[in-house]
C-alpha cells in the first residue's frame, strides 16, 4: 500500500507535539494510539490511516452494541450524523463496533498542524461529548430516539 510518506511525518510531528505514545506502521501507512477521555467509555483506540493524497482518523468505543441493542444504537448514531458537520458514527452490524470517522482529502499539499490537529482530534473528541449517551444506549439503559434528543440538546 503506498501513502504520502511526508504526510505522515507531519502527522507524527503533530503526534509527538502532544507526547501522546503511538505506534505506526511504516509497511502499512497508519498510526494506532490509546486515548483516555472524560466520559463513561473513559478510553477508546484512535487509529490514523495515511493515503497519497490524505488521511482518515478514527477512534473506536471500547463498548460494541450486541443484537439486542444494535437496532437503538444504530437509531442514535443516524440521529446524531444528521446534524453532524464534519465526520460521521458509524457502526459495524457484523460485531457492533461503534466508531466515529474524519477523512481529510489534501491532494499533494500538506496540510497545517492545524488542520492536522482537527482532523486528528475529532473522532475521539465525538466519543468524549456522546459517549456518556452512547453507552447508555449500548447498555440497553435508554432508547437512541431518547438518548439522541439529551445529547443533541446538550
Same mark, same amino acid.
Given at each position: 500500500?503506498?501513502?504520502?510518506? *511526508?504526510?505522515?511525518?507531519?502527522?507524527?510531528? =503533530?503526534?509527538?507535539? %502532544? #507526547?501522546?505514545? =503511538?505506534?505506526? @506502521?511504516?509497511?502499512?501507512?497508519?498510526?494506532?494510539?490509546?486515548?483516555?477521555?472524560?466520559?463513561?467509555?473513559?478510553?477508546? %483506540?484512535?487509529?490514523?490511516?495515511?493515503?497519497? @493524497?490524505?488521511?482518515?482518523?478514527?477512534?473506536?468505543?471500547?463498548? @460494541? /452494541? #450486541?443484537?439486542? $441493542?444494535? /437496532?437503538?444504537? $444504530?437509531?442514535?448514531?443516524?440521529?446524531?450524523?444528521?446534524?453532524?458537520? #464534519?465526520?460521521?458514527?458509524?457502526?459495524? =452490524?457484523?460485531?457492533?463496533?461503534?466508531?466515529?470517522?474524519? *477523512?481529510?482529502?489534501?491532494? +499533494? *499539499?500538506?496540510?497545517?498542524? +492545524?488542520?492536522?490537529?482537527?482532523?486528528?482530534?475529532?473522532?475521539?473528541?465525538?466519543?468524549?461529548? =456522546?459517549?456518556?449517551?452512547?453507552?447508555?444506549?449500548?447498555?440497553?439503559? *435508554?432508547?437512541?430516539?431518547?438518548?439522541?434528543?439529551?445529547?443533541?440538546?446538550?
Amino acid at each position: 500500500m503506498s501513502y504520502s510518506t *511526508s504526510l505522515a511525518r507531519a502527522i507524527s510531528k =503533530y503526534l509527538d507535539s %502532544q #507526547d501522546w505514545h =503511538y505506534d505506526f @506502521n511504516a509497511e502499512k501507512g497508519f498510526f494506532k494510539l490509546g486515548m483516555n477521555i472524560s466520559c463513561k467509555l473513559k478510553t477508546c %483506540q484512535v487509529f490514523i490511516t495515511v493515503r497519497d @493524497n490524505g488521511f482518515s482518523s478514527i477512534a473506536i468505543s471500547p463498548l @460494541n /452494541a #450486541d443484537s439486542d $441493542t444494535q /437496532a437503538e444504537v $444504530t437509531e442514535f448514531i443516524t440521529r446524531l450524523n444528521f446534524s453532524l458537520r #464534519d465526520g460521521a458514527f458509524k457502526t459495524d =452490524y457484523s460485531d457492533g463496533e461503534v466508531r466515529y470517522v474524519n *477523512s481529510l482529502y489534501c491532494g +499533494d *499539499s500538506i496540510p497545517s498542524m +492545524d488542520v492536522i490537529e482537527r482532523t486528528v482530534d475529532l473522532p475521539f473528541m465525538m466519543l468524549r461529548t =456522546y459517549g456518556d449517551e452512547l453507552a447508555s444506549v449500548i447498555m440497553g439503559f *435508554s432508547t437512541g430516539k431518547a438518548a439522541a434528543a439529551k445529547a443533541l440538546a446538550d
